[in-house]
Nanobody
Framework: QVQLVESGGDLVQPGGSLRLSCVASGNSFTFDVMGWYRQSPGKERELVASTTLRGRTNYADSVRYRFTISRDNAMNTVNLQMNSLKSEDTAVYYC??????????????WGQGTQVTVSS
């Protein structure tokens, strides 16, 4: 029932910019944390950026100062502005929403992913 739908992935030249968006639906709850992960073939999925309800953010060192995450709680969306893109940013980017549950449990919800390719 809960769905996260990403958009904005594209082919872009090195040094270019992209803005990814994720819209959540079907959730009767509010995500405690929303964020973006990425994965390339043969590599583990890694956290790119995340943000809490109150706006606290966390970034991977590799994207800090280049990417900016933002969240609109009223619209149930989270965005990722990506600037100064490098070839190593090429990956499938996944939207994530997480809620913390009783019993020290965490539930994660994922989008299907959107492809970002940085190439000349």
């Amino acid at each position: 029932q809960v769905q996260l739908v990403e958009s904005g992935g594209d082919l872009v030249q090195p040094g270019g910019s992209l803005r990814l968006s994720c819209v959540a639906s079907g959730n009767s709850f509010t995500f405690d944390v929303m964020g973006w992960y990425r994965q390339s073939p043969g590599k583990e999925r890694e956290l790119v950026a995340s943000t809490t309800l109150r706006g606290r953010t966390n970034y991977a060192d590799s994207v800090r100062y280049r990417f900016t995450i933002s969240r609109d709680n009223a619209m149930n969306t989270v965005n990722l502005q990506m600037n100064s893109l490098k070839s190593e940013d090429t990956a499938v980017y996944y939207c994530n929403g997480a809620v913390y549950l009783p019993g020290a449990r965490r539930a994660d919800y994922w989008g299907q992913g959107t492809q970002v390719t940085v190439s000349s």
